[in-house]
Structure formats: C-alpha cells, structure tokens
C-alpha cells in the first residue's frame, strides 16, 4: 500500500518546490500521471515567522503541531516540513506528534555521506546556518561543515526573506550565492548545502563552485521512497 504524505508547509516557494518534486518524480516508478497521496496544510506564514525571529522554537512546534495534527486527520502516514530552520522546533515537535516526520537534515547528511563528501558548507537562513541542525545530523557519518563569516550570513538571511520567500530570484543575489560558495571552498567545503528550500530556485547547480546538495528536492524524494516503502 502507497502511504499518505503530509507536507507542513513553510514559505509557499519551498513548500510548492517540495510537492511539485514528489508529483514530478512519482510517474517514473508508479506510472503515468501517479503520485502518493498529498494533503498540505500551511498555517500563516507570518505567524511561523513571529516565533522564528524570537527564537521561539517550543512556540514553533505548536504552530506545526496544529498542521500535523491536521494532516493526520486527513490521513496521512507520516509528515514532512520542506523548511530546514524550522527543524530546531523538532525537539519539541516530535514527541507530541500523531505521524512520525521524515528529517531533512538527515536526509541531506545520508545523501553527503553516500557521495563521500567530508566538509560541507551550510546556507541557510542566519538561524539555520547558527543552528545544530546540520552539525547534529552530519556528525553520525563523522562529516564536518563550515558556515561563512558574520557578515554573508546577514546578506543571506536578507536574501531570503525579502527576495526568495516573496518569489524574487534576482541575478546579483545568484551570484552573491556563488561567491559565498567559493568562499567555502576556501576553507575546504567539497560541497554546499542549498539548506534554504528556496535556494535551490536560485543556485544554479551547473555554474556552482562547489557540488550541490539540494535539501528541498532530496526531502521530497526520501518522502516518494517513503511512501512507496
């Protein structure tokens, strides 16, 4: 039996990305116009963001703990959330959720780890790229991560929410990205994290310094695998 997948949204960008790549992937191994069955439910952005810039992380979970509640209702199996710095609410999340949850930095490090990268530099929102998230999750596979200096996580933070979240991929922001990148190299990355699920609409995997790991797109594909068992 196919499984139900619930998608917790975040910002409409990430969350449309992540459902768009599960129906897009699905008709390759399920057939023509096939895909597991999908109930999204997508609380305000603006009251996730009011937890997020407080830091309010137990305050998160309770948002997202009303959309899995609703997805499981609607019947799904399990739950993901196309949103990497929503995952430091995880903690609080998931002991009180009614569907386990599929991690996304845990998919990304499983994916890194079976490329053998060995350092990986982290974009993100400032609150993701500050976080544990990534460390936390990389650590079982003994990879290392760097993030970049004060300043660029500042610019990226900008970049996020005043352009990619409102759905603006402005060329000098791609390229503030790759620059960034090549910065992490330097410091010995052999490959980046897009761990903003609307970066990916913006990096350009081909013209990258560095190897791409597409957070957004490798969650809905661990939630496709998942479902199909």
């Known amino acids: ?47 996730q963001m009011r937890h997020v810039l407080a830091n309010d992380w137990e305050g998160l979970a309770e948002v997202l703990l009303t959309s899995a509640r609703k997805v499981a209702d609607a019947g799904a199996d399990f739950a993901i959330c ?54 936390g999750a990389l650590e079982q596979f003994s990879i290392d991560s760097r993030i970049p200096d004060e ?22 922001s791609r390229l503030y990205f790759n620059g960034v990148t090549s910065k992490l190299k330097n410091l010995g990355c052999d490959a980046v994290v897009l761990g903003c699920t609307e970066i990916p609409l913006i990096v350009r995997p081909d013209d990258c310094p560095l190897p791409t790991l597409d957070s957004t797109r490798l969650l809905a594909k661990a939630a496709l695998k998942g479902a199909l068992g």
């Open 82 to 135: 196309p949103d990497n710095t929503y995952h430091q609410a995880f903690p609080y999340l998931i002991p009180r959720s009614p569907i386990p949850w599929l991690h996304i930095a845990e998919v990304v490090a499983e994916e890194a780890n079976r490329f053998g990268y060995r350092r990986l530099g982290i974009l993100g929102t400032r609150y993701l790229m500050e976080s544990t998230v990534y460390p």
């Open 1 to 47: 039996m196919t499984k139900h997948i619930g998608i917790v949204a975040g910002s409409a960008e990430g969350a449309a990305l992540c459902y768009r790549t599960i129906c897009v992937e699905a008709p390759r191994v399920q057939g023509a116009h096939n895909h597991p069955e999908i109930t999204m439910n997508s609380m305000p952005f603006a009251e």
């Open 151 to 172: 300043a660029d996580r500042e610019r990226i933070n900008d970049i996020i929410f005043k352009e990619l979240v409102n759905g603006l991929f402005l060329e000098t």
